[in-house]
């Protein structure tokens, strides 16, 4: 998709990525024991959650300035997802939960978010 077609946060890729994962992260944690519920079922919901959010309110706002920091936020956000799950594959190492396709669109979530912030910052930098 290329920049003229995207009108709203729902034409962004990432975004797109991003809500994939969430409900990869929902299925995940709902196979998590009852006792993670206030725990880490929580924290990764409210992490995965927090990231297609991030970019919706980036793009929203209207300004490439806000739009980047939003970014940054959302990006942010992908670390303490990704650390959580290294924690819950440790924990529930002897289950069947399969982290693998909330792995791979954690990464190309990751990935899309650094050359956004990358090519946002540039383009700022150039205006001065």
């Known amino acids: 998709m290329t920049s003229s077609t995207i ?8 975004w797109q990525r991003a809500m994939q994962m969430v409900e990869e992260i929902y299925k995940i944690t709902g196979s998590f024991p009852r ?10 919901r409210r992490a995965a959650v927090s990231i297609p959010s991030h970019i919706a309110e980036g793009k929203r706002r ?8 939003f970014l940054r936020y959302a990006f942010g ?3 303490e ?3 959580q ?3 819950a594959k440790g924990l529930h190492a002897n289950t069947v939960t399969d982290f693998k396709k909330a792995e791979a669109l954690l990464l190309e979530v990751i990935k899309m978010l650094s050359v956004m912030t990358r090519k946002e910052k540039t383009s700022s ?3 001065k």
């Open 7 to 14: 009108h709203t946060f729902r034409d962004l890729l990432v």
């Open 35 to 44: 006792e993670e519920t206030l725990g880490l079922t929580n924290q990764m």
């Open 62 to 69: 209207g300004t490439k300035k806000e739009f980047t920091q």
């Open 77 to 79: 956000s992908t670390a």
């Open 81 to 83: 997802l990704d650390t």
């Open 85 to 87: 799950m290294e924690i």
């Open 125 to 127: 930098t150039k205006k």
